[in-house]
T-cell receptor, first 115, second 114 residues
């Protein structure tokens, strides 16, 4: 499988706990994106990496959220002190770096449920 | 698995008919648009894209039409099949710092009946 891979697929945790998700992009893609999707809505942009550099963060990304891409390959998204409102599907996407108009390819996401 | 788009507008079609899904976008400066298909429990799957210097683009059984005057996109699916049942999203490119920051529309659920 050469698509975007996300782990875990599902995460159930108690409010106040920390969680970390992993994304492995398509291997030749330098650009990596995180989105959040709630039921009945389209994905909302959270953050973007060009190689290891985090170049953009949405105001949706509060101080409890942090994302890294230390070697320019896989990325992690951590949420500290989770709240009920963090329950959502967290999606990762990647795209090639050549040109600006390149489709983003998504993984199947991590579904987070906060008890 | 969980459902995507519980309260989305729904388009119901008979198997074999053609489907047309519409989308209005917000930014007249957007220059790149993508249609995605999302099945329950899965991530959005790329279907087709179009650049703003084009009015129409065809793929396998799908056609995207772009009307920049009224900021409208449509996705046409020919000979709709049960496997086409899913939620469909259009996304526009908000160019920022040289990369694609996608802004998604609300989505439409396509239900194909035998």
């Amino acid at each position: 499988d050469t698509g975007v891979s996300q782990n875990p697929r599902h995460k159930i945790t108690k409010r106040g706990q920390n969680v970390t998700f992993r994304c492995d992009p398509i291997s030749e893609h330098n650009r990596l994106y995180w989105y959040r999707q709630t039921l009945g809505q389209g994905p909302e942009f959270l953050t973007y990496f060009q190689n290891e550099a985090q170049l953009e963060k949405s105001r949706l990304l509060s101080d409890r959220f942090s994302a890294e891409r230390p070697k320019g390959s896989f990325s992690t998204l951590e949420i500290q002190r989770t709240e009920q409102g963090d329950s959502a599907m967290y999606l990762c996407a990647s795209s090639p770096s050549r040109g600006t108009n390149q489709p983003q390819h998504f993984g199947d996401g991590t579904r987070l449920s906060i008890l | 698995g969980e459902s995507v788009g519980l309260h989305l507008p729904t388009l119901s079609v008979q198997e074999g008919d053609n489907s047309i899904i519409n989308c209005a976008y917000s930014n007249s400066a957007s220059d790149y648009f993508i249609w995605y298909k999302q099945e329950s429990g899965k991530g959005p799957q790329f279907i087709i894209d179009i650049r703003s210097n084009m009015d129409k683009r065809q793929g396998q059984r799908v056609t995207v039409l772009l009307n920049k005057t009224v900021k409208h996109l449509s996705l046409q699916i020919a000979a709709t099949q049960p496997g086409d049942s899913a939620v469909y999203f259009c996304a526009e490119n908000a160019l920022s710092g040289g990369y694609n920051k996608l802004i998604f529309g609300a989505g439409t659920r396509l239900a194909v009946h035998p």
